[in-house]
T-cell receptor, first 113, second 115 residues
Framework: EAGVTQSPTHLIKTRGQQATLRCSPI?????VYWYQQALGLGLQFLLW???????NRGNFPPRFSGRQFPNYSSELNVNALELEDSALYLC????????????FGPGTRLTVT | GESVGLHLPTLSVQEGDNSIINCAYS??????FIWYKQESGKGPQFIID?????DKRQGQRVTVLLNKTVKHLSLQIAATQPGDSAVYFC??????????????FGRGTSLIVHP
């Protein structure tokens, strides 16, 4: 069974641009979570989608947004990129509400120059 | 397990030793805890979990201890192997709306196992 996949693996953008990151959950999983992992820091929760709806949001500005598609895959969009947005962005999926165990993808390394 | 600054706390052990990684959590309302292992270039991988109604749980070569009084969690790895070298995160979970959990992660501890 395929795990969580993310694309692209690496993404280089310049300040002010927009970035789009993609995530495909494990088949059968309806929840997708996005996290930011900056260098030397722990994972910071960004967004949680379940059944196509945004269920919860972390303490990030509105320029971090996303959506979940009918096939449960998800996009994370970061507008007006800032240098501090450079980080590893991790996506995780779970079976949905009431399921705690999350399975993580390998991440997208975003570099903002 | 928690620290300040950009450098992760590091635990260096010899192959075959037992390792203990500690984590302090912040919210007394947290009721579910998970330890993750993150190898270089990979996403975090679930190791073991424990609920707040337990104080100890054992897995294969790993044991998690929970002390709710002092809000402390530890991960014990028996007979540590070079393949155990990774960054280990604890996550505290608070029940969110709808019955799911949003985890709050610690900054991690880097475990280095010397052959």
């Amino acid at each position: 069974e395929a795990g969580v996949t993310q694309s692209p693996t690496h993404l280089i953008k310049t300040r002010g641009q927009q970035a789009t990151l993609r995530c495909s959950p494990i088949s059968g999983h309806t929840s997708v979570y996005w996290y930011q992992q900056a260098l030397g820091l722990g994972l910071q929760f960004l967004l949680w989608y379940d059944e196509g709806e945004e269920r919860n949001r972390g303490n990030f500005p509105p320029r971090f947004s996303g959506r979940q598609f009918p096939n449960y895959s998800s996009e994370l969009n970061v507008n007006a990129l800032e240098l501090e947005d450079s980080a590893l962005y991790l996506c995780a999926s779970s079976l949905g509400q009431g399921s705690e165990e999350q399975y993580f993808g390998p991440g997208t390394r975003l570099t903002v120059t | 397990g928690e620290s300040v600054g950009l450098h992760l706390p590091t635990l260096s052990v010899q192959e075959g030793d037992n390792s203990i990684i500690n984590c302090a959590y912040s919210n007394s309302a947290s009721d579910y805890f998970i330890w993750y292992k993150q190898e270089s270039g990979k996403g975090p991988q679930f190791i073991i979990d424990i609920r707040s109604n337990m104080d100890k749980r054992q897995g294969q070569r790993v044991t998690v201890l929970l002390n709710k009084t002092v809000k402390h969690l530890s991960l014990q790895i028996a007979a540590t192997q070079p393949g155990d070298s990774a960054v280990y995160f604890c996550a505290e979970n608070i029940s969110a709306s709808g019955g799911s959990y949003i985890p709050t992660f610690g900054r991690g501890t880097s475990l280095i196992v010397h052959p």
